[in-house]
């Protein structure tokens, strides 16, 4: 086959990791402030950066050769990438299903959004809060509510004595505390 009729993938050159993936009869939970956020997240791309970035490629390809002018090259793949963004975004917003934690405020029972602190078995304790998986940011100890962790806290108690499967073995935890943002707070 002629090289000029062959199609180069876009995912080729992407240097993105994959997006989480939803798994088939998954539930799509977010909070409304992850709501909030995402939904400022399309409408930037939409109203600010895509149209900049159109202008960018307009402009390079007016200049002529395409094929060595980088502006236009680099302009067309942020512009994929861009669109890719919009697209997931736009379908998980669709399928978000929006749950407002501070419903359970003052709740000892562990359910989505909330703040949960537990032991491991040396008594080191660990606090976490349980999000949607387009929300999630490990870095302010969030996890996502398909997470071992969460699936093994989800409905229990202060006090409960749980089973958490890890990759060294099970270890049994302990809840410690609940909490819940309350009403008019995230």
Do not use: C
């Amino acid at each position: 086959m002629n090289k000029a009729f062959t199609r180069e993938l876009d995912d080729a050159d992407d240097d993105e990791p994959p997006l989480p993936a939803l798994t088939p009869g998954t539930k799509n939970y977010i909070t409304p402030s992850g709501y909030a956020r995402l939904r400022a997240e399309l409408l930037d791309l939409i109203d600010n950066e895509r149209p900049k970035v159109v202008e960018i490629v307009h402009w390079a390809a007016s200049n002529g050769d395409r094929s060595e002018n980088g502006d236009y090259i680099y302009g067309k793949k942020r512009l994929r990438e861009i669109d890719r963004r919009i697209r997931f975004l736009t379908q998980r917003l669709e399928m978000a299903e929006v749950i407002e934690p501070s419903v359970h405020h003052g709740s000892e029972q562990i359910f989505f959004g909330a703040t949960v602190t537990y032991a491991d078995p040396a008594g080191a304790e660990r606090t976490i809060t349980i999000l949607g998986i387009d929300e999630v940011d490990t870095s302010q100890a969030q996890v996502s509510w398909v997470s071992p962790i969460a699936r093994a806290l989800l409905k229990a108690r202060v006090g409960d004595r749980l089973p958490l499967v890890t990759p060294a073995g099970t270890v049994e935890i302990e809840v410690v505390d609940v909490h819940y943002p309350a009403p008019g707070h995230d």
